[in-house]
């Protein structure tokens, strides 16, 4: 079934400016195929009464639905290893030097996903600097716009693939409970993380001021204005001296912020 090129125009134009996703031209048999189970379960036969809902904008659960179904969640723990081996190397030693007088420290990860970015950074504090924060407040934030990954990263619970993307046996032994098919993680790094649902372009719950945020994998897909908009906002709440670790193909043009250099890891 297709849409239609004033169909995914308007589709294109609703969700850049409800999530500041972009969908491009060459998309239409994607959003097809991804909207296709929405309109099935709705009985209905084409898109056009999906669109004219959307127009109304009065189905807010219908949207979310809509939404849910264009995102994507790729991600693996310890994605791009050389990021946390610039963590564990540079990054988290000079904030916890940084931080010793209130011994406080704070993570955000914004787009988290399933949560495998934010349980990276937990297992790392853990067997890396347990000894360090002991008596310290760590606090990590995890969000994703997506209800469904936030579920799954409150739930810890994941696949046997999903563990063998990114974890060593030895980790999964440490981290891991084995529940019929699936692993739970570790209650105790459960407990090192708050995860909300929030959406960047959107209002933002109040955050407290951070030591180190990272967003990635999600900007690239947004249009620059409001990639600039969305990093302001971050600067705001980073401390001055804290850290921003963006993708691997994503840069920032706003000024001032310390972004994590992993260039110079990979060289
Ligand atoms: C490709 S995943 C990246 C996950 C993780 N940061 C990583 O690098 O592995 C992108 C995530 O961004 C989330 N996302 C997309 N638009 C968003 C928005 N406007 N606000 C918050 N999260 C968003 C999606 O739900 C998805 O889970």
Redesign the pocket.
Known sequence: MHLTRDQLEFLQHWLEEQ???VIESDQAFFVASRLYPVITRLGWNDYSPLITKLKDRTEFMLAQEVIESL??????FF?DAHYFDELVCRTLPRIIDRRKGDRRIAIW??????G??AYSIAMLLRERFAEQLRGWQVEILA????TR?IQQARAGRYTDVEVHRGLSEGRIAQHFRRDGLSWNIDDRLKQMIQFHQ????GAWPPISTMDLI?????LV?MHPPTRERILKRMQQILHSDGHLML?SSESTSVTGIPTVSIRSVIS
């Open positions: 999530v500041g996703l995102l994507t969640h790729e991600t693996s994605r990860c914004a787009a988290c996903s399933t495998q970015e969000t994703d716009l997506s990954a929030v959406n960047l372009k990272l967003v990635r994998n999600v897909y993708g």
